[in-house]
């Protein structure tokens, strides 16, 4: 395996409601990114991850180019997936010894739409999407399956939503943050029993960007590449019915494959846009009580489609640049109810 | 072009209208659930290991094996394994009014189906609720065909 590392991350601040257009949000947050690689255009690989439901418009991820700068002719691809796939595939290049550096993006832009009503349209269009099930009521029934068959109860999932909004008190970059009240955030009603507002993610806009090189070009780009030691990408049924909602035996799997237990991991950022994912993630993982998981937040607190699982390898990779961690691991998810996991692991040496 | 481009404020418009036109067919398996389902009939399919699966499949998500040619009647009741409330419906989802969604296990199945249980307030749902099918009278093969589910002994 060539040694491959992430050497630049940057993000958008995620806004609710952000009223640039997708190239304006991206184009400072690519620019922010390949300026602290150091690294020239062109890169030898560019890739990207988007969604075109979001903007309504199919082939609408190619307008975002010109956030990347397509001219003199780049090699690109694209995925319809969050940014953390990409960034597997612009792994796999290097690795394939067709490139020595690549840039990374995503974006999503939730606002204009019912995001909600965006999502029933990724379900299995025969017995799922005509029936419309929005994904925070997805989400309820894994939270259900979860709860009855541990035990835990509504103040254990608030009892994430505190720790995440405290934290993401010095994430300038988050939407949400603060200091919560227990029994304030449980007399709310249930939006959705038995998940209430603060076990939801904030709906928002954000875009991210990743430069990743290989072997001495990282070096020189960066005094601390965050070097990716494992990889690897699961996905279960599109049924719902036909997995158990209350365990994710494809985080499990993709953990073990990129080797997340091969050592003493620092932090975790986990791509858990609901509070009992957390916990599902956590127990796939093997995480201990030692293990500091979503320093930034995580996804509870700003979770723009398509990028949040980019931004938690931004995140875990930041933490290895800049010192504070020497391993990490970083998970992304896709789909309904944790349906498809990545996990990548991070080391500063 | 047009002439119509310019409206009355002489703001450039242009239609667009987002489309899927593409014909598909659902293909052996679940055109025989949904043929069923006209017939107001629940059928599964069964594995090579004879797991049934409900809503049938045309693989076995555990071993990605072709399923056996092997349709059985399942239903119509069933158990409901999890379940989430919907206080404020949706325009395009199955109810006008408050209602569960849930995985429901049909009697005879191994997997289980997402629907809607009309079951009017959130104390009235639990895991391992028995629930019925109530039909459309006018069916078409489609999974709407199932109005929703009810708890058995409404």
Known sequence: MRDVAIVSFAQAPNRRRELRNEVEILM???QEAVARSGIERPFDFTCSGSSDFLQGQPFAFVIALDAAGAWPPIPESHVEMDGAWAL???WVKIQSGQAETALVYAFGKSSPGDLPEVLATQLDPYVLAPLWPDAVSLAALQARAWMEKTGATARDLAAIAVRSRRDAKSNPNATVSGDAEIEKLLAAPAIADPLRAHDCPPVCDGAAAIVLAAGERARKACARPAWIRGIDHRIEPHSLGARDLSVSVSTQLAGEKAGAGRGAVDVAELHAPFTHQEAILR????????????PSGGALCANPMMTAGLI???????????????????????GPCLQQNLVCVLEGA | MSQDVRDENGVLTAPHVLEYPYRRSVGPVLGRFFTALRDGKLIGVATQQGRVLVPPAEYDP????????????????GVVTTWSWVPRPRAKQPLGRPFAWALIRLDGADTALLHAVDAGDPSRMRTGLRVVPRWRAERVGHIADIECFTPENA
Do not use: K
């Open chain 1, 28 to 30: 400072p947050v690519v």
């Open chain 2, 62 to 77: 555990e071993t990605g094996a072709a399923v056996a040619d092997r349709f059985v009647d399942v239903g119509p009741g």
């Open chain 1, 312 to 334: 938690r390898i931004g995140e875990a990779a930041s933490r290895i640049m800049d010192g504070s961690a020497r391993r990490a691991v970083a998970h992304a998810t896709s």
């Open chain 1, 88 to 90: 597997y595939e612009a």
């Open chain 1, 283 to 294: 127990e796939a993982l093997g995480l201990g009580e030692g293990v500091r998981v979503n």
